[in-house]
């Protein structure tokens, strides 16, 4: 069975210029998350979504980031523009349910701002 | 959710046991214990979560203490594809607060 597939795997661009990152989740999966991860830290939630739902966006900079899930399947999450503090992996991850069930993440999206 | 604290490194020799420390004081009865690790330029990978018991699987072994305030993974015999950071996390086992919180990790580095 295939994990959580994410693209692109890095990506080096200008700040102020637009990023997308594409995910697509472990079959079935329906909540999805994003988070973003910082050199040497944790990865903190940025959102999470049931079905197409975004149910905690709490953390997205809502100013420059966007994220949607159509079909609650795939989810893109998007930064416009970007700014030298963006630069992250951006984790993907998903689950069967949200009580309990195991979070899988998907190899990251490195994007470095210049 | 709980906080954990994790010592943020630890040294362990190849083919030995390496046993990781978490301590989660603050711990509710509904909150599992959950570990991943990350490997360098990869994403985080489940290993092992439980409620009070101890348990098992085929990649590590999890003890938690009978008050469930620490807990201890164990590698039974570390190899160097097992230096990673551990994160130890503790997580709401039902409701609609399912996310993660990641903290500092421990960062093992397995010596030959």
């Known amino acids: 069975e295939a994990g959580v597939v994410q693209s692109p795997r890095y990506k080096i661009i200008e700040k102020k210029q637009p990023v997308a990152f594409w995910c697509n989740p472990i079959?079935?999966?329906?909540?999805l998350y994003w988070y973003r991860q910082n050199l040497g830290q944790g990865p903190e939630l940025l959102i999470r979504?049931?079905?197409?739902?975004?149910?905690?966006d709490s953390q997205l900079p809502k100013d420059r980031f966007s994220a949607e899930r159509l079909k609650g399947v795939d989810s893109t999450l998007k930064i416009q523009p970007a700014e030298l503090g963006d630069s992250a992996v951006y984790l993907c991850?998903?689950?069967?349910?949200?009580?309990?069930?195991?979070?899988?993440f998907g190899e990251g999206s490195w994007l470095t701002v210049v | 959710d709980a906080k954990t604290t994790q010592p943020p490194s630890m040294d362990c020799a190849e083919g030995r046991a390496a046993n990781l420390p978490c301590n989660h004081s603050t711990i509710s009865g509904n909150e599992y214990v959950y570990w991943y690790r990350q490997i360098h330029s990869q994403g985080p990978q489940y290993i092992i979560h439980g409620l009070k018991n101890n348990e098992t699987n085929e990649m590590a072994s999890l003890i938690i203490t009978e008050d469930r305030k620490s807990s201890t993974l164990i590698l039974p015999h570390a190899t160097l594809r097992d230096t990673a950071v551990y994160y130890c996390?503790?997580?709401?086992?039902?409701?609609?607060?399912?996310?993660?919180?990641f903290g500092q990790g421990t960062t093992l580095q397995v010596k030959p």
């Open positions: 079959s079935g999966h329906n909540t």
């Open positions: 996390i503790v997580r709401v086992a039902s409701g609609n607060t399912g996310k993660l919180i």
């Open positions: 979504y049931e079905n197409e739902e975004a149910v905690d």
């Open positions: 991850a998903s689950s069967l349910g949200i009580s309990g069930n195991t979070i899988y």
